[in-house]
């Protein structure tokens, strides 16, 4: 399912926002500094669960609840040992969306992976990388990249998008929310019912967060301008 619905907020939100201690150089609320460089914790969001299956495909009947978290189990694996991994749900049950964001932020120094599929118009297929925070950006390159290497066929997805999301715009923390692929595009859906494609596309994703950890934001081009936002609610209308 498209968090498309996720987003916006009124004016009256931005009085409710904390701005809270964020510590160090260059650093402020709003995610406005270049992406992390040498973190250790990961947290992985399996999107939807329990009542929640989000898409369905139409023609192999998976859910994207399962795939999800195949897919952020796999993450979990590839990164090993040298990451603190924390699976925001490890089985089929559902978790609030602000819920979600507040667990993330109670772990400052972490960065927060939402993995989930698509589903759109028939022919639209393609990974695509949703993320709003300035210090998110570098890090979103890199995981639309290693998507895009995995994925055989690119058509009329929109790549790397910033949007504002409850998973992108709320965290306190560097944050993505990414679509592997999309379900409702029969041979995509296809593709994501093969564990060995599953196991690539964990692994480039790994992968891009470990560059992330090493390199920062070094070649993954100019930072966004920053933007003034309220959070984003439930009600809100897409952007
Ligand atoms: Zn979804």
């Known amino acids: ?3 498309l619905f996720l987003t916006l907020g009124t004016a009256a939100t931005c009085m409710l926002i904390s701005c809270g201690d964020m510590s160090g150089p260059g650093r402020d609320a709003w995610g406005h500094r270049p992406g992390p460089q040498g973190f250790r914790t990961v947290i992985l969001d399996a999107g939807h669960g329990g009542h929640d299956s989000g898409a369905v495909s139409r023609s192999t009947g998976q859910k994207e609840k399962d ?3 195949d897919l952020v189990k796999r993450i979990k694996n590839e990164l090993g040992l040298s990451y603190k991994t924390i699976l925001l749900r490890r ?8 819920d979600r964001v507040v667990f993330a932020n109670r772990h400052p120094n972490a960065i927060l992976i939402s993995v989930h599929c698509n589903s759109g118009p028939s022919g639209m297929r393609g990974p695509e990388t949703y993320y709003w925070r300035v210090d998110s950006h570098g890090l979103a390159a ?4 290693a998507m895009e290497k995995v994925s055989p066929v ?3 997805n929109r790549g790397m998008v910033r949007r504002r999301l409850r998973l992108t715009r709320n965290p306190e923390i560097p944050c993505l929310l990414l679509e592997c692929g999309y379900l409702s595009h029969p041979a995509e859906a296809r593709l994501l019912q093969s564990a060995d494609y599953r196991q ?7 992968e891009a967060i470990r560059e992330q950890s090493n390199r920062g934001d070094a070649g993954t081009g100019p930072l966004p301008p920053p933007l003034y936002a309220p959070l984003s609610r439930p009600t809100d209308a897409p952007e």
């Open 67 to 69: 795939l999800t978290l």
């Open 91 to 98: 089985s089929d049950h559902f978790v609030d969306l602000d």
């Open 142 to 145: 890199r995981c639309q990249r």
């Open 200 to 206: 690539k596309m964990a692994s480039a994703i790994a």
């Open 154 to 156: 690119e058509s009329g």
């Open 1 to 3: 399912m498209k968090a």
